[in-house]
């Protein structure tokens, strides 16, 4: 029994949380509440006409008979004036004492109201007649005749008017109920084909699993807001199917790329373990050394990509000479002397994190060295009208083929897969720079050199001043 009960706890639960429940319960209430002010306008206007038409009809009778008294007294009525019919129930004429003077049969022995001056008019509500429980509406109008002032009251029964209005109300009591239940079942009929469209979604989605995101759910094509669910659902699953694949092309080339320097270190150190024999200066200069240098090069990498994955690349913004990035670049490639440089350089500050550009302008370089022929340039312009600043590395290589100019910006690209990893290139060089670039609100873009290979370019869109107009160049 206990089990039982749960359960049928649980079913109301489930039945009256749901949106088509809550929908179908609210539109219920809200008709319900319509309906009655509806219902009790009806009524009060219903009992207010009936009330006006009871009075049309005493007043037009009391104003007859006030004409012919005037005119004629109490002797000029004849007893045709003094009948009831349809619309009135009593008739009286109340002389100044209060005495009833003339009236319908039955109603002469006490007054329906106090009597009038002359020229007056009442109009009673709830008047009774002596004992007699009955309720009027009644109009008096006081009258001077020939033999002195008397009061004519005209009155209609209120109990036709109030059966009338109770009979209507029955009548809405007994209807509206059923327009509600009619209400009801029509909307949580309506509100369901509505919703089932997303129960449809939600059913499908529920099986998509993160192994899986290439499935879709299906759009009905309405145009409503539905469709735009589905097509909006459908969009997040193609963005969280492109992120599980780059992140675990990411893992996997990142792993790859930790195994290479890694599988160098261990073997070296199991081969002197098992040896017993110490690993010479030689082998640590040209081989550990440079490894574990890669190694840690690549793990800082990592990490700089992997918080930009998370909140973006921080900045500690602070007023940069960015010529004078360029120029100490310029100098440690000259010194390396595998190239010529040539530099054009304008007197450039922005507004940025000095640490971050250097390592952007450092990438940039070390890619463009690694594959120059014989010389390479760099350009560093001030545009004034834009706000914004460029930096240009270009390199006489073999270029880099146009399908490719933004692809080599992803992780883990490298156009040269046989190109010695000791030599770094472990395509994440153009990642940084790209990350770097877009957290100061810059692009980078890669074009064709003058001089016969890459061009690569970032844009600085930061708080750019040219601080002396004369250009530089350093030969």
Request: some cysteine; proline content about 3%.
């Amino acid at each position: 029994m206990m089990d039982i009960a749960r359960s049928s706890r649980a079913f109301l639960r489930r039945s009256t949380t749901g949106v088509r429940a809550r929908l179908t319960i609210l539109a219920t209430l809200l008709s319900a509440v319509a309906l009655a002010c509806a219902g009790g306008l009806m009524l009060l206007v219903l009992h207010q006409s009936l009330l006006n038409s009871a009075d049309a009809a005493t007043s037009t009778r009391a104003g007859e008979l006030a004409a012919t008294l005037r005119t004629e007294s109490i002797a000029g009525l004849d007893a045709s004036s003094l009948t009831t019919s349809k619309d009135i129930d009593a008739i009286q004429i109340i002389e100044a004492g209060g005495r009833v003077v003339a009236a319908t049969p039955g109603d002469r022995t006490t007054p329906i109201t106090r009597p009038l001056r002359a020229g007056s008019r009442a109009t009673l509500d709830g008047a009774t007649i002596g004992d007699d429980p009955t309720e009027y509406r009644a109009t008096a109008v006081g009258v001077a005749t020939s033999r002195g002032t008397v009061t004519v009251a005209v009155a209609a029964a209120e109990g036709p008017i109030t059966e009338v209005v109770l009979t209507v109300a029955i009548l809405f009591a007994s209807v509206f109920p059923l327009v509600l239940v009619l209400l009801a079942a029509a909307t949580w009929f309506f509100v369901g084909r509505t919703l089932r469209p997303v129960e449809r979604i939600r059913s499908e989605v529920a099986v998509i699993t993160s192994s899986d995101l290439s499935k879709r759910v299906s759009e009905p094509h309405t145009g409503d807001e539905v469709d735009r669910l589905a097509g909006t659902m459908n969009a997040m699953l193609q963005r969280l199917q492109t992120a599980n694949e780059a992140q675990l092309r990411f893992v996997g080339d990142a792993s790859h790329e930790l195994r290479s320097p890694l599988v160098t270190l261990v073997g070296l150190l199991d081969l002197a373990r098992t040896r017993g024999e110490s690993i010479n200066y030689a082998t640590i200069d040209s081989i550990l050394h440079p490894e574990a240098i890669r190694l840690q090069m690549m793990v800082d990498d990592l990490l700089i990509l992997a918080r930009a994955d998370e909140r973006g690349i921080p900045l500690r913004r602070s007023v940069v000479d960015v010529d004078d990035i360029v120029a100490d670049e310029a100098a440690r490639l000259r010194r390396l002397g595998t190239v010529s440089v040539v530099v054009h350089i304008d007197a450039v500050q922005v507004s940025g994190d000095r640490d971050k550009l250097v390592r952007a302008v450092r990438n940039v370089a070390d890619n463009a060295l690694r594959h120059a022929h014989s010389a390479i340039e760099i350009g560093l312009r001030s545009d004034a009208g834009s706000r914004s600043c460029t930096i240009t590395i270009d390199d006489d290589g073999d270029g880099i083929p146009h399908d490719d100019r933004q692809r080599v910006l992803d992780r883990f690209v490298r156009l040269d897969p046989d190109r010695r990893r000791s030599s770094g290139g472990t395509g994440l060089g153009l990642a940084i720079v790209d990350e770097i670039v877009r957290a100061h609100g810059g692009a980078v873009t890669i074009g064709v050199a003058r001089i016969g290979g890459a061009s690569v370019t970032m844009s600085i869109p930061a708080e750019c001043d040219d601080v002396d107009e004369a250009s530089v160049d350093r030969d």
